[in-house]
């Protein structure tokens, strides 16, 4: 099998708008799920709405194109009733962490053998670029022009509260890191969240301040930094992962670790 | 084969196994969490059946549909205000073409309204609760045998037009104990008819407009009114199968009532005096058989637990007026009917012959 056998190439291209990350994350996706041998017989894949939501319309896989939110708790069923199965998630955040965070909440809660890939830009981008839950505060969008009012949600916190934590931070230019993060995310035993940050240069990019994909790409590049050896939790525009091997006692999860503008949780 | 005291919640469970249901997800509501319970109990026993009790009903609607995509006969309970929180998964799963059943054990609402009083308010929601135009089955017992045997019904019907079908109860009908022997209740059971995920395949369930190979359709009326048209026609070509209704009582009368679910047992006494219609598909409305009986009476009048919500549905289907006895804020008691029936006129006086015992009376069914 090749890696673009996991694609159907015959619907390309796709609907992305020119610059969009979102591509980026299936190719490595794509390249993973060959890497580990899952296909179309042991595989589902779950999506939500968004732009997001239509990499499993692009994928040679049985998909599911859930509701707005509601990948997690479909998600959960499917391995629930077919346990063998790969369950692999791919929403955007408004997706998984505004409509859907109760679901995220609960699953981070129980532990669910399933994979979220977390297409985090920053932005609702479908609808044309509204204030998401992980806007950065003081950001301009189209809901918020005189800048984002809130701290964006700590999706690491979130998920250190899992006493089996699987939290991986990378970005869609990071490729070798990001390929690294889905496949240690597929095989880890329980539910495991990797949030991707990601491009949206049309309906977010543009309003601050970047000129192109490229710009915003070159962004990622300089500013994100590789963790150090050992942490237990990842700084702001830190890549890493961060897994707890030792279940960690209820009650005395993990450090929250700042969300992505650095303020405290 | 053994007679025993069985609760109505209890015999939609018992119906559900019956059926083959693999999985169960819910969430705690009064009247209808001891389907929960058994749920919860009956999966401790039987490693096969799956439950999960979910953070809220969105959560529920939304895992019984992946369930059933994933292979597994699947459904959940509720009651008024968790079912309006599954209302767009129930459209979900009318689009993308997923069996499962959802039982919505009925009290008052809205709101949190009277939690343990019996209502008939979510027939209307039970029909048109999600948005867009679908085509729905809503089924509605009203005995604890029923309950177990209309439960298989509504998984059958879910399988044959691939759908969430609705199957309604209330409070009282929840919570009604009767002695039943349900191994004598012999329903055949439809098997499943959807193939389960990554049987090699690439499929795309999607609840957007789509064409037949995945490709979105979002912009393109016509492929839309095709496929609607298509599935209208189809569901309503299966609902012949289940046209499920008792025509009884008093065929004499002039005047015909139609009650259902726990409003029928509650008017039982007026047996005498007046014929019965009792839909026991609510949805789609059984128009063929509603429009030939309707014509042999004079009036018709509709006892219900809503301000009139089934009495406009008949009303406007028949094109004539119909009389409406609203039994509100949870007051299902003949001493309701009663008194309902006397501000319009249609109280039996007591020396009207057949007045004295409803004993006579016995309810004559006729299920098609």
């Keep these: 099998m090749a890696v673009k056998d996991k694609l159907k190439t015959d619907l390309f291209p796709t609907i992305w708008c020119p610059g969009c990350g979102i591509g980026l994350i299936m190719q490595q996706l794509a390249t993973v799920m060959d890497e580990v041998g899952l296909d179309k017989t042991n595989t589902v894949i779950v999506t939500g709405i968004g732009c997001t939501g239509r990499m499993g319309a692009y994928m040679n896989f049985e998909s599911v194109y859930t509701l707005h939110g509601r990948t997690l708790p479909v998600a959960e069923a499917i391995k629930t009733v077919r346990p063998e199965l790969n369950v692999i998630v791919v929403a955007g955040d408004g997706d998984t962490a505004s409509i859907g965070g109760n679901h995220l909440l609960h699953s981070i809660r129980r532990n669910p053998n399933v994979t979220v890939l977390c297409n985090n830009n920053e932005i609702y981008g479908l609808t044309g670029g509204q204030t998401g839950p992980t806007t950065p505060k003081g950001t301009t969008t189209l809901s918020s022009p005189a800048g984002s009012g809130f701290s964006p949600i700590n999706l690491q916190g979130l998920v250190n509260t899992n006493q089996n934590a699987f939290y991986a931070k990378t970005t869609v230019y990071h490729q070798g890191p990001m390929r690294r993060a889905i496949k240690e995310a597929i095989e880890w035993p329980g539910f495991a969240f990797v949030d991707i940050a990601s491009q949206c240069i049309e309906n977010n990019g543009r309003r601050i301040g970047f000129g192109s994909a490229f710009e915003m790409l070159e962004d990622y590049k300089s500013s994100y930094k590789a963790a150090p050896r050992g942490a237990t939790h990842l700084e702001p525009k830190q890549l890493g992962i961060i897994k707890n091997e030792e279940p960690v006692p209820v009650g005395a999860a993990k450090p929250a670790g700042p969300s992505t503008d650095g303020e405290k949780a | ?368």
């Excluded at chain 2, 349900?182 to 329903?187: A, G, R, S």
């Design chain 2, 1 to 368: 084969m053994t007679k025993r005291l069985v609760q109505g919640n209890e015999a939609v469970f018992l119906g559900a196994i019956k059926a083959g249901a693999g999985y169960f997800a819910g969430y705690p509501i009064s009247p209808s969490s001891e389907i929960l319970a058994q749920a919860s109990g009956y999966a401790a026993k039987h490693p096969e059946f799956k439950f999960l009790q979910e953070e809220d009903e969105i959560a529920s609607a939304n895992a019984i549909l992946g369930a059933s995509l994933a292979g597994a006969k699947s459904f959940t309970a509720t009651s008024g205000p968790g079912f309006s929180l599954m209302q767009e998964a129930v459209g979900y799963g009318h689009k993308v073409g997923i069996p499962a059943v959802i039982v919505d054990v009925m009290r008052v609402g809205p709101g949190t309204g009277m939690p343990t009083m019996p209502g008939q308010g979510d027939i209307l929601q039970a029909r048109y609760g999600s948005t867009g135009d679908y085509t729905s089955f809503v089924f509605y017992p009203s005995t604890v045998a029923e309950c177990f045997e209309y439960t298989i019904h509504a998984f059958n019907a879910a399988e044959e037009t691939r759908s969430p079908v609705i199957l309604l109860s209330d409070a009282f009908l929840g919570h009604l104990n009767e002695v039943v022997d349900l191994d004598t209740i012999d329903v055949p059971v439809v098997n499943r008819t959807l193939e389960p995920l990554a049987s090699g395949g690439t499929r795309l369930f999607s609840g957007v407009a789509t064409y037949p190979d995945g490709e979105p359709a979002t912009a393109d009326s016509d492929e839309f009114i095709r496929q609607y048209l298509e599935n209208r026609e189809n569901r309503l070509k299966i609902s012949e199968k289940y046209a499920f209704y008792e025509y009884g009582w008093n065929k004499d009368s002039d005047t015909l009532v139609i009650a259902f679910g726990i409003t029928r047992r509650v008017a039982q006494p007026l047996a005498p005096h007046f014929a019965l219609f009792r839909p026991i598909r609510l949805w789609p409305v059984l128009g063929n058989e509603l429009t030939e009986i309707a014509a042999r009476y004079k009036k018709i009048v509709v006892i219900e637990g809503s301000d009139g919500q089934y009495a406009s549905v008949i009303e406007h289907m028949l094109l004539r007026r119909v009389e409406r006895v609203p039994l509100l804020g949870g007051r299902m008691s003949l001493e309701a009917v009663r008194e309902g029936l006397d501000r319009i006129g249609l109280l039996p006086k007591e020396s009207e012959p057949g007045s004295a015992t409803a004993a006579d009376a016995s309810a004559s069914a006729s299920v098609a």
